[in-house]
C-alpha cells in the first residue's frame, strides 16, 4: 500500500509535472506574444505622439507669422514709422506685444535700422539689414525661420509695412526655442522633445542626461538623415527610449534643423515585469489553478492588447469615433488611459481643422451665390441693349449702347473672374480635361469680339495653322484664358492698332508635346519692372495695371495663371514700352496626369523657342 501510494504520489507528481510544464510553456508563448503585441502599439503610440508634438510645433511657429502679419497689417504701425514718431509706435508695440505673447517685437526702417526694439530697447539704432528675414521683408516678401537669438534661438517671422503702398519698414517677430518652449510641445502627450538647430542639440526636455546622451543623439540623428531609420530605440543615461527623428525645414539640408520626439519605454518594460511575475507566481503554485489563474489572467491581458492594437489601428486609419475601453487597472490599463487621452487630443484638433475648412468652403459657396445673382440681371441687361441695337437709332445713341455692351462684358469678365478665384482658394476649381482643337475655340472667340474690335477701330485675326495637334485641356476654362487675354490686349490697343493670335506645335526638351499660343497686340507696352508683378493677384496700380488688366480689376491675370498651371502649362509675357505685347501660352498635348511629363520652367521654354 505505500508502495501503491508512493507510485501514485509519483503519477500525481508526473501529471502535475506535465501540467505545470505545459502552463510555463503556454505563459512562455502567451508572454512573447503579448510583448510583440506591446512592442507594435508602443511604436504606433511613438508615431502618434511624434505627430502630436509636430502639429503643436507647427502650430506656435503658425502664430508667430500670423502675428507678424497681424502686425504689418495695422495701419497705425506703417503710419507712425513714416512720420517717425517712434516713441508712440513703441508704446503701441509694447502694449501689443504683451497682449499676443511674444518674446520677440523688432521694427526697422526702410533701411533695416531698428527703430523700435520692444525687448531689448538698448539695441536701437542697429543695422540688421543683413538679416535674411529683414532682407526679404524689405523687398515686400513674409517669410519665418528658424534663427539664432543670442545664447538661444527662436522662431521668426518677418513682415514688410507699408504706407501709400510703400514699403516703410519691417515688423519681426519671434518666440524664443527654451526649456518651456519645448516642455509646452510635450505637456500633455507623455513625451520628451529635444531640438536640433544647425547640426547641435541646443534645448530639451529630458530630465539628467549626461553629456554622452547627446553623442548617442546624434549619432541617431545621423543615421535618421541617411535613410536608416527615423524611429529608433536607444539609450539616454539610464533610460530607454523610442526616439522619432523629424526634420524641419525642407531646405538644402533638411536635417541641421530636426525635432526629436521620446518616448519611455518604462511603461512597455513595466508590463513585461508584470508578464514574468505572472508566470513565476502561477508556476509555484499547483498546476490545474496556475493552469487557470494564467489563463484568466492572459485572457485580460490580451483583452486590454487587443483593445490597443485596434484602437491604434482605427487611429491610423483616421477613425477616431471614441475611447477604447480600459479592461485592466495595471501597466496595461495606464497605457490604454494614456492612448485615449491622446486620441481624444487628436480629435479636438482634427474637429478644430474641419471647422476651419467648413468656415472657408461656406465664404466661398456665399460669394459664389452673390455673384451668380448679379450675373442674371447684367445679362438680361445686357441682350435688351442688344436687342434696342437691332432698331434704327441715331448714331449717337448707338454709341453710347455699344458702350454700355463693353462695360458689361468687362463686368461679366470681372464676375466670372472672382466666381473662379473663390472656387480655387475652397478647392472647388475641377478640370475636366479633354482634346481641344485650337481653330475652332480660337475662332469663336474672334467672332465674339469682332464687333468690339471694329467699333474700337482694330484689326483682329488668328494665324492658326491646319495642322496644329490639340491640347489636353478644359475648354470651358481655356477659353476663361483667351477671354482675360483678348480684353486685356483690347484695352490696351490704340485704334488703328492691330490683334494677332498665333499658335504652333512645340517638342520640348524633355520629349513632351505641346502648343505655344501666342496673342500680340500693338499696344503701349509695359516697362520691365511691371512685368515683374503682372500675374500677381493684386499688384501696385501702375501703367500696366490700367492698361492691360481687363476692367483693371487686377484677378484677370492672376485667373490666367493659375488656370494655366492647373492645366500643367506656363504662360508669361514679353514687352516693351511703345511697342506693344506678347502673352506666350504653352500647354501640354495629351493626358499627362500622373505621369512625369510636366512642362519645364519658363527659362528652359524660352529657350527651346
Avoid at 455 to 475: H, K, M, R, Y
Avoid at 555 to 584: D, F, N
Amino acid at each position: 500500500m505505500f508502495i501503491k501510494n508512493k507510485v501514485g504520489m509519483k503519477l500525481m507528481g508526473v501529471n502535475l509535472a506535465s501540467l505545470l510544464f505545459a502552463l510555463i510553456g503556454l505563459l512562455i508563448v502567451i508572454q512573447y506574444l503579448a510583448a510583440e503585441q506591446i512592442l507594435t502599439w508602443h511604436r504606433q503610440q511613438v508615431e502618434l505622439v511624434a505627430s502630436l508634438v509636430l502639429a503643436d510645433y507647427r502650430g506656435k511657429n503658425q502664430r508667430v507669422v500670423q502675428y507678424a502679419d497681424i502686425l504689418a497689417n495695422n495701419v497705425n504701425y506703417g503710419e507712425l514709422l513714416y512720420y517717425n514718431e517712434i516713441e508712440k509706435l513703441a508704446r503701441l508695440a509694447s502694449h501689443q506685444m504683451r497682449e499676443v505673447g511674444l518674446n520677440i517685437l523688432t521694427i526697422t526702417d526702410r533701411r533695416g535700422v531698428i527703430a523700435v526694439r520692444v525687448h531689448a530697447p538698448r539695441a536701437i539704432g542697429v543695422d540688421i539689414s543683413g538679416n535674411p528675414l529683414i532682407k526679404a521683408a524689405l523687398k515686400g516678401k513674409r517669410s519665418s525661420r528658424m534663427t539664432q537669438w543670442k545664447d538661444s534661438i527662436s522662431l521668426s517671422a518677418a513682415a514688410p509695412l507699408y504706407y501709400n503702398d510703400e514699403v516703410v519698414g519691417v515688423v519681426l517677430t519671434g518666440m524664443l526655442v527654451d526649456k518651456s518652449f519645448v516642455e509646452s510641445l510635450s505637456q500633455g502627450t507623455g513625451a520628451e522633445v529635444a531640438i536640433f538647430f544647425a547640426d547641435h542639440p541646443v534645448v530639451n526636455s529630458f530630465k539628467d542626461l549626461p553629456e554622452s546622451a547627446f553623442q548617442v543623439l546624434k549619432f541617431g540623428k545621423n543615421r535618421a538623415a541617411v535613410g536608416l531609420d527615423r524611429i529608433q530605440s536607444l539609450v539616454l543615461g539610464n533610460k530607454k527610449y523610442t526616439l522619432n527623428f523629424l526634420p524641419l525645414e525642407q531646405e538644402e539640408q533638411p536635417w541641421e534643423n530636426l525635432l526629436v520626439v521620446g518616448v519611455s519605454q518604462d511603461q512597455v518594460n513595466a508590463a513585461e515585469r508584470a508578464l514574468h511575475l505572472v508566470i513565476f507566481s502561477v508556476g509555484g503554485g499547483a498546476a490545474l489553478v496556475g493552469l487557470s489563474l494564467s489563463f484568466l489572467l492572459s485572457l485580460g491581458m490580451r483583452r486590454q492588447i487587443f483593445h490597443l492594437a485596434e484602437g491604434t489601428r482605427r487611429a491610423a486609419q483616421e477613425e477616431l469615433a471614441g475611447d477604447i475601453p480600459v479592461t485592466n487597472r495595471d501597466e496595461l490599463g495606464e497605457l490604454a488611459e494614456s492612448f485615449n487621452a491622446m486620441t481624444r487630443a487628436l480629435r479636438e484638433k482634427t474637429r478644430l481643422l474641419q471647422e476651419e475648412r467648413d468656415r472657408i468652403a461656406a465664404n466661398a459657396d456665399f460669394l459664389s451665390m452673390i455673384v451668380h445673382d448679379i450675373k442674371a440681371p447684367l445679362t438680361g441687361v445686357r441682350l435688351t441693349i442688344e436687342t434696342l441695337q437691332d432698331e434704327s437709332l441715331p448714331p449717337e445713341i448707338s454709341h453710347k449702347l455699344q458702350g454700355i455692351i463693353e462695360s458689361s462684358e468687362a463686368l461679366l469678365l470681372h464676375l466670372h473672374n472672382v466666381l473662379d478665384i473663390s472656387r480655387y482658394e475652397s478647392g472647388q476649381l475641377k478640370l475636366q480635361p479633354e482634346e481641344v482643337y485650337l481653330d475652332f475655340t480660337i475662332q469663336r472667340l474672334i467672332n465674339q469680339y469682332s464687333n468690339m474690335a471694329n467699333n474700337q477701330g482694330i484689326t483682329l485675326q488668328a494665324l492658326i495653322p491646319p495642322t496644329l495637334p490639340p491640347v489636353w485641356a478644359d475648354e470651358r476654362y481655356l477659353e476663361r484664358v483667351l477671354f482675360n487675354l483678348i480684353a486685356n490686349a483690347l484695352e490696351a490697343t490704340s485704334p488703328g492698332g492691330r490683334i494677332e493670335i498665333a499658335a504652333r506645335s512645340l517638342t520640348l526638351d524633355n520629349g513632351a508635346a505641346a502648343v505655344e499660343i501666342i496673342v500680340g497686340d500693338t499696344g503701349c507696352g509695359l516697362d520691365p519692372d511691371d512685368l515683374k508683378n503682372l500675374f500677381q493677384k493684386y499688384p501696385g496700380r501702375g501703367s500696366y495695371s490700367r492698361k492691360h488688366r481687363a476692367g483693371g480689376s487686377g484677378l484677370g491675370l492672376y485667373i490666367c495663371k493659375t488656370i494655366v498651371e492647373a492645366h500643367h502649362g506656363q504662360i508669361w509675357a514679353e514687352s516693351q514700352p511703345g511697342q506693344g505685347m506678347k502673352m506666350h501660352l504653352v500647354l501640354p498635348c495629351g493626358d499627362i496626369t500622373g505621369s512625369d511629363q510636366s512642362l519645364p520652367p519658363d527659362s528652359q521654354i524660352e529657350e527651346n523657342l
